[in-house]
């Protein structure tokens, strides 16, 4: 939260979830609205609820107590900001299982896979975004 | 980059329908010594861990040809797909498969996209899926 | 957001508004979702639902510029805070028009035959607070 | 406080899909000067100015008989109620009436606890809300 003054309030939309599996489903929902106030095609909407899912499932993985979603509606699509608090410092080496490893990966890569660009920024201790953009429907 | 574009059209209400935020399983024996696990809702990080025990125990039982019918699942996220493809390790030791039904066209192009499609056998009704595990 | 310290992350979902009547149904939907997730039943969901789209429609009304929505499980419960920013201070008097101020009316009327117990809390300028119950399902 | 309880069930899929987030009016005439406005989606903050703009029209053009549909609306707030109760007013003046046809029990509720079912005349289908008019 605490954007920045000059980021204009009526372009914002932000909801904060406890870093915990059962909550995912709320975000997904929230994220397809905004996705979907903002004129993106069904298709679009599908993908852009997919990639913030997986940075939340991948947050989540990661330990931390809750997580930001921030969605930005700028001149040229839809930006969303999945901000990690709480996270533990330093991380855990922690092993995960093959198929669990598998899965991150796959997770990763469909972020990439389906919105037009994917930047992870460290911020403080226990802080990290990943921010995802979804270029406007044409 | 989108990588696969669906053309297909559904509507907003298909997909955008909150509930059930469950998954449904149910588990059918079929001819052989093979089943058919139909599932229904969203497959993700929280309801994902439910088909993980639902696949294990039919495979601790010795059932190590699946048919996973996807037909009523509306969303699927890489939890899901881990679980999927872990089942499919297990079976593929003891000679089984797993062959999926799907028609979802989103779900198909997740599939598509995570070159899933190449590793599974996906196909559009649950007798052809059937019919090709042997 | 800035919730105290002692709040378990854990029970708190928020969702951060622009004060403008097109993002009220993402609000509903999340609410929806929350309320949901805390297994009220249907009706109950309804109630919810629609008690804090009109806190909210009261909150745009007032004018301001931005509402968070912050739902807290409690022990007994689920209580919903919606938090107004930017209020004009002072508040304009303005001359809504019968049919506006009967609708308004109706809408303070409905938040309090939907939920258990309905309280406003004047805060700082510009700021105020009207916090809802809504008790478990028994 | 909970001033009527709803006892029938409908699905959370019915009342939690989100799409339309929008209402689409249609407009048709009806026997005598009458007219039916049927109703579909979300009549909220947000929406309702578009209703107020449809019923407007209509009164304007003398049209003071009016049944409006509200069988496929899945929501409404105080901004539509308000819509409806300032139509309700202006045809009045006029010697009209709006009987409204409503089944979802969400809805009548509303119509309940608000007390507007004492001033409008609410029906089950359109037929015995045009019967009505007159
Ligand atoms: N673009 C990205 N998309 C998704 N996940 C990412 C991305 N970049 C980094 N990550 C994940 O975040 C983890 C931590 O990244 P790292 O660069 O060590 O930064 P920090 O520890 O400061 O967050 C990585 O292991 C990786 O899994
Ligand atoms: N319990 C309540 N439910 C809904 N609206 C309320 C409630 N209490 C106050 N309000 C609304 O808030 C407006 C301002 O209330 P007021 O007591 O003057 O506090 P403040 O100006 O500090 O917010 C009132 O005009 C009323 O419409």
């Not at chain 1, 932000?14 to 599996?21: N, Q, T, V, W």
């Not at chain 1, 909407?45 to 330990?63: F, N, P, S, T």
Request: charged fraction near 25%; hydrophobic fraction near 45%.
């Amino acid at each position: 939260m605490n954007a920045p003054a000059h980021r204009a309030a009526e372009d914002v939309v932000e909801l904060r979830i406890p870093a915990k599996a059962e909550w995912v489903s709320i975000a997904r929902l929230a994220v397809s609205a905004v996705a979907s106030r903002l004129q993106f095609s069904i298709e679009e909407i599908e993908d852009v609820k997919l990639a913030v899912a997986e940075a939340l499932v991948h947050a989540i993985a990661r330990g931390g107590d809750r997580i930001d979603v921030i969605c930005e509606s700028v001149p040229d699509g839809l930006r969303i900001r999945v901000r990690n608090f709480g996270l533990p410092t330093p991380e855990p080496v922690n092993e995960p299982t093959a198929d669990e490893a598998a899965a991150g990966n796959l997770g990763i890569f469909l972020i990439r896979a389906l919105m037009d660009s994917v930047e992870h920024e460290p911020r403080g201790a226990g802080e990290a975004d990943l921010v995802m953009f979804k270029r406007s429907p044409s | 980059m989108t990588l696969v574009r669906v053309t297909t059209r559904y509507t907003l209400t298909q997909m955008n329908r909150s509930e059930p935020l469950d998954i449904k399983v149910n588990v059918r024996e079929a001819k052989g010594d093979s089943s058919v696990v139909d599932l229904s809702g969203e497959i993700d990080v929280y309801t994902s861990p439910k088909l993980k025990d639902a696949i294990g125990n039919l495979i601790d039982r010795g059932v190590y040809n699946l048919v996973i019918n996807l037909e009523k699942v509306r969303y699927i996220d890489s939890t899901g797909l881990g679980v999927l493809i872990g089942g499919l390790k297990r079976v593929r030791e003891h000679g089984g498969s797993v062959n999926l039904v799907c028609t979802n066209p989103q779900i198909k192009k997740i599939f598509d996209i995570t070159g899933l499609v190449m590793i599974f056998g996906i196909f559009d009704n649950e007798d052809a899926a059937l019919r090709a595990l042997v």
